[in-house]
């Protein structure tokens, strides 16, 4: 573990790092837009890992202002199609990053492995898939869906059942998302955003998702179909590691 350690602290130093707390460029969410769904899942235990995220101590997406201001601005292209987003994950502590590539060492969990890389090895997820350094860190990174507005919500993550996360969408725990044709961070070539094996519909909703978010200055990391950043973002060579703390006036 002391070579992973090290390697994480090498990729730090060699961006203009960091800080303990929030900078005033840093904006919540729910501040900007409140009417964006939010479901935070590394600030609980319903993901790939089984428990929170170091860092993760509210479940609150925080992003640089200009990303918030954008998102806002595809929420209400969304809403006129009675669409609504939901993000899942926004800006992440670097140490959050360095608690995953660790995971990734660990040895392989079988609840795990079914529902979130039902088609891989555990060692092939690093770095592939997890990375060293996590745009995310930058606070211009968000994963995200589409909801159909007014969607009742599944009180049952994917996490609760050992599902694979590439199922149909009868199989795999609903979250209210329209069908994408996998879950949230399904580790596997079907969560690319084009990928072999998709029916026209979900082909289509991705591209909706492609289309609105490029439409107001994001782009798509190929590999994941939830995954978007800001393409003018503000700190493009830079890690932050503040933790994510309770929004005032929330309860």
Known sequence: MRWLIMLLT?????????????????????????????????????????????????????????????????????????????????????????AFVAWSKLPDDPKAKATYYPALQKSTLFPDYIALVSSHSRGATMDLTIVPLNA????????????????????RAPDASIDMGTAFDCFDVKAHTVAPGLDPEQQQNRQMLVDVMTRHGFKNFEKEWWHYTLDDEPFPNMVFDFPIEPRAGSK
């Not at 790939?48 to 860092?55: D, K, M, R, S, V």
């Not at 009742?152 to 199989?171: F, H, K, Q, R, Y």
Request: charged share 20%; proline share 6%.
């Open 10 to 98: 090498a990729a730090i130093a060699a961006t203009s790092a960091i800080g303990v707390e929030m900078p005033q460029e840093f904006v919540y969410l729910y501040d900007v837009d409140p009417t964006i769904l939010q479901d935070m899942r590394y600030a609980g235990a319903h993901n790939f890992t089984g428990h929170a995220a170091p860092g993760y101590d509210a479940p609150e997406c925080v992003l640089v202002k200009q990303a918030a201001e954008a998102l806002k601005a595809v929420q209400t292209e969304l809403k006129q199609k009675q669409l609504t987003l939901k993000v899942y994950d926004c800006y992440r502590p670097a140490r959050a990053v360095a």
């Open 152 to 171: 009742s919500e599944s009180a049952n993550p994917l996490a609760d059942a050992a599902e694979p996360c590439t199922g149909s969408v009868g199989v």
